[in-house]
């Protein structure tokens, strides 16, 4: 049983004073503006699901808007028609400026999101901040080809901004979200339309608020909180969007394909839902596994695409480690994400809360035994104790479907190639991992598992510098690395005929 | 440490220096002559350009996972050279220096860096702010000193495991011999130069005197990549030689702390001296001395902007860097011939093509053999440009993602397979 500590009563004890929301409307060509409709929408905050605010709600006409700045800013604005280098120079302001305001940022993050305020302060903004730098750094970098053509042909690539990127950003981390995307576009010369999840509308208008004062031009980049039917859908189906970029579940990842394809063919880059394996094989280390395991399902209250949520332990080593996972399992503090004495906050939103719930009460019909937690706690919030169930079969829902939540499902097998095969039966393909001390089995595995990210002897282990998407119906598509650039990038090929060349 | 904190550390050194930038222009042009507008204007932004433009490079130095032939697994490393020993000229002390450090530290390097002995000053202002910046102590040591002296123990050091030099070829040799007999270090040399400026008969005249003037009388005409010999078509030679002569009457000279001055005193003596030697057998093996030709005022190393028509391939003038205010030009008639003439030289730095055929441009970018070729331009030195010598001119390339490969060791990591889903 997971530690009790229910938020709600104590909101007051936050340690943390909240500040108040300074940004509310739409952020469309360097201004704040209401919404066209006038219409707004409830932030609400998850450790009571009462409201924060409301923010202005953009539909398909503050969309049109958006993109006409965007589109302004692209075809005729300063921002493409700057060197890389005066690109870099002003997103690097743009980070110093995130720093300067990362208790604000991630008290947004926290109160917002239910995500543990000491993270977001430590690692969310900050990762941000580094995220926007790399691409800060790489903004004079892009590099095109001179050919090796035959015939006598001289020819040579160049790398040119794609024009107007619409951006689908998922509630779970919205700073990380945020500049996946933003940074490598900025850096590439785009413009952008932002959707942030109607879940978290608050962190990405500060964004743009910083922004601009760090220089960017007006038109550059456009905020427009909505939903996903609305806006959402008004972008994915834009006749003047050149790219669209989504991040959240692969049934809204299809939508937005199917309407990309059916408008001006934009090309699309996907970011989607998983199943993620994890491998621990018998001469790991036990108590270093068993905090990879726990960390890697209940990090951000399971609320991450690359959770962990099946975990296949090698039989020698199974009982042991089931044991010392439920002692770790109890332990865990559940409660006000502002205490620094919390390892879980509350799941994002009411919807989240009561689909895991019941996808815990499936998994019992279905035959699993749950071991450990699984309850809500308190009557207000929604906050979930996590989940470990055992007895899992392959066919069951918990084993197959996605629950994005604080829910572990562990199995025992036998063999590596067994092991293989079964985390390779999965239609998702967005990571695993690997534990092992073996350097045969560690080659093999990594090779043999169709997915984006293998962590060999660790878990969401994440890095700006390193290529990150799905295999299958995870997505397609590479985030971070200087492979992102590429999303939002044409490539345009010149070619000219040499004469004379005294070499070919 | 982890390559992003070395950028941050780059990057605060960047601003540092931005804080410092009116009194580091202001020494650079004490110690180097060089007109106060070009440091302060042109040469602080530019050295603080190529700062974040390494710390940019600083956490994205990779290597690869190559496909080998056969079960195994291949990846190679691009580990840090380790010490590099780092020699610079006085020509651009900053400038100079930032060619260097930056790439080398950006590779995660430790640096012993020697001045030239004749501007030993804004390095060590610059030391200082990186350790201000957080630079750990003994990654940047500057140690100040003359050639045979400080210049010969970096070069002959066993322990040293990289060396790069800028400077003369003469010197350049000695920098390779003595790596050669000492540790085998690799080399990277930045040397001499005579480079030629080619100007085509559909050239705008006006525009081509002015470009082929900044070509040559650049900082004093003190620079390795110089276009030291002007190539001029017959159909717009005397157009230009008029023009040319004009501006080079027109060339303001003298104190580079005042305003409005384009060229300030030559570095030193032994320069000063050997710039009036070039002269003189200039005027002696009869090309036309169209104006200048000696020194200016009794005091200090200022020399007369000198222009020389007619030259000939075979004048010492022609041949000869001489590293000064002087203009050598000479007549061409076709294409091939001034291709032939342009890489009649033992050097290859630098070329400057100025036309306006496509074809022209084509042809005699290809043909000229050089490490940079100016197309109706001259002198743009971006960071992300590579730099750097064919032939006598020297060994490797500075800035742009080039230069990396100067500081960075390649290790192939090799491990067998067993039964790899793929291959």
Request: charge should be neutral; glycine fraction near 8%; proline fraction near 5%.
């Amino acid at each position: 049983m997971a530690s009790e500590y229910n938020g709600s009563s104590k909101a007051s004890e936050s340690v943390f004073k909240i500040p108040p929301i300074k940004f509310t409307k739409l952020f469309i060509n360097g201004k704040f503006v209401d919404s066209v409709s006038g219409k707004t929408f409830e932030a609400i905050d998850p450790r009571t699901g009462e409201a924060i605010t409301r923010v202005s709600e953009g539909d398909k006409e503050d969309i049109d808007l958006a993109v006409k700045a965007a589109r302004q800013a692209f075809d005729h604005g300063p921002w493409p028609r700057m060197s890389g280098s005066e690109r870099g120079m002003i997103m690097m302001k743009f980070a110093d400026l995130i720093e300067k305001n990362v208790e604000e940022l991630a008290a947004l993050d926290a109160i917002n999101g239910g995500k543990l305020f000491s993270h977001c302060k430590a690692m969310d903004i900050p990762g941000a901040a580094r995220n926007l730098r790399y691409y800060a750094g790489a903004a004079d970098k892009i590099h095109g080809t001179v050919l090796k053509l035959s015939k006598g042909f001289q020819g040579y690539t160049l790398r040119e901004p794609i024009g107007v990127v619409g951006s689908i950003i998922p509630w779970n981390f919205p700073a990380i979200m945020f500049f996946m995307k933003a940074g490598p576009a900025l850096a590439a010369g785009c413009s952008m339309v932002v959707k942030p999840a109607e879940q978290t509308p608050l962190s990405a208008l500060y964004y743009a608020y910083l922004a601009k004062l760090a220089g960017l031009p007006d038109g550059v980049l456009n905020v427009v909180n909505g939903f996903g039917e609305t806006a959402g859908a008004a972008i994915s189906s834009h006749m003047d969007i050149d790219k669209v970029t989504f991040t959240g579940s692969t049934e809204v990842g299809r939508k937005i394909m199917a309407a990309a394809a059916a408008s001006n063919l934009k090309p699309v880059s996907l970011e989607l839902g998983g199943k993620s394996p994890l491998l621990i094989f018998e001469d790991a280390d036990i108590d270093q596994a068993v905090n990879i395991a726990f960390n890697a399902i209940f990090y951000n209250k399971g609320e991450i695409c690359v959770a962990s949520s099946r975990v296949y332990v090698q039989e020698g080593i199974y009982q042991t480690f089931v044991k010392k996972l439920v002692e770790k399992a109890n332990a865990w503090v559940i409660g006000d994400p502002f205490d620094p004495r919390v390892n879980q906050g509350p799941q994002t939103d009411k919807k989240q809360f009561e689909k895991i719930l019941s996808y815990i009460e499936h998994g019992k019909r279905e035959g699993a035994t749950l071991l450990t937690g699984g309850k809500r706690l308190g009557s207000k919030g929604f906050y979930i104790e996590p989940a470990i169930f055992t007895d899992v079969k392959e066919d069951m829902t918990i084993a197959k479907e996605e629950i994005f939540g604080p829910v572990m499902s562990l199995m025992k097998f036998k063999t590596m190639e067994e092991a293989i095969k079964r985390a390779n039966n999965t239609t998702y393909g967005l990571a695993a991992g690997v534990i092992t001390k073996n350097l045969n089995v560690a080659n093999t595995v990594s090779r043999s598992i169709r997915a984006g990210i293998i962590w060999l002897n660790c878990y969401t282990a994440f890095d700006v510098d390193c290529p990150y998407g799905g295999y299958k119906m995870s997505g397609f598509g590479r985030e971070f690395g200087l492979d992102a650039l590429n999303q939002y990038l044409q490539i345009k090929s010149i070619v000219t005929p040499i004469h004379d060349s005294p070499w070919h | 440490m982890t390559p992003y904190e070395r950028s941050r550390i780059m990057l605060r050194f960047a601003d540092l220096v931005e804080k410092h930038s009116e009194e580091l222009a202001a020494l650079e042009t004490w110690n180097n002559g060089k007109p106060h507008e070009q440091s302060a204007k042109s040469e602080l932004p530019m050295f603080i350009r190529l700062f974040h433009y390494y710390a940019g490079w600083a956490d994205k130095i990779h290597g690869l996972t190559v496909p080998a032939d056969g079960p195994h697994h291949v990846q190679t490393l691009h580990e840090p050279i380790g010490v590099a020993g780092q020699i610079i000229p006085w020509n651009f002390p900053l400038i100079m220096f930032a060619w260097k450090v930056g790439p080398a530290l950006a590779c995660g390097n430790t640096i012993v860096l020697k001045t030239a002995e004749q501007t030993p000053l804004t390095a060590l202002y610059v030391a200082k702010l990186f350790h201000e910046a957080g630079l750990p102590p003994g990654v940047l040591n500057v140690v100040s000193g003359y050639g045979p002296t400080a210049g010969a123990a970096l070069a002959s050091h066993m322990d040293v495991d990289k060396v790069a030099f800028t400077g003369s070829t003469d010197t350049g040799k000695i920098v390779l011999e003595l790596a050669a007999k000492s540790n085998l270090k690799p080399v990277t040399l930045e040397l001499g130069g005579k480079s030629p400026f080619i100007i085509c008969e559909d050239a705008d005249v006006d525009k081509a005197v002015e470009l082929a003037h900044f070509a040559l009388f650049f900082n004093q005409g003190q620079c390795c990549c110089a276009g030291s010999r002007t190539f001029v078509h017959e159909r717009v030679y005397d157009e230009f030689i008029e023009k040319a002569k004009a501006r080079a009457l027109r060339r303001v000279v003298g104190d580079p702390f005042r305003k409005g001055v384009e060229q300030g005193p030559q570095i030193d003596t032994e320069q000063f001296e050997k710039v009036l030697r070039y002269i003189r057998a200039g005027i002696e093996s009869n090309a036309t001395l169209e104006c200048g030709g000696d020194r200016l005022g009794t005091k200090g190393y200022f020399v007369q902007p000198t222009v020389f028509s007619n030259v000939m391939d075979d004048m010492l003038i022609a041949k000869d860097e001489i590293f000064g205010p002087v203009q050598s030009i000479l007549k061409f008639k076709d294409i091939d011939e001034v291709i032939r003439r342009a890489n009649n030289t033992r050097y290859g730095l630098a070329a400057g093509v100025f036309t306006k055929s496509v074809e022209t441009a084509n042809t005699l970018t290809r043909a000229l053999r050089a490490g940079t070729v100016w197309v109706n331009c001259f002198d743009v030195f971006d960071a992300a440009i590579p730099f750097g010598g064919y032939k006598m001119s020297g060994i490797g390339r500075e800035k742009g993602i080039y230069s990396l490969h100067n500081y960075l060791q390649v290790k192939a990591v090799v491990t067998p397979l067993k039964n790899p889903a793929w291959l």
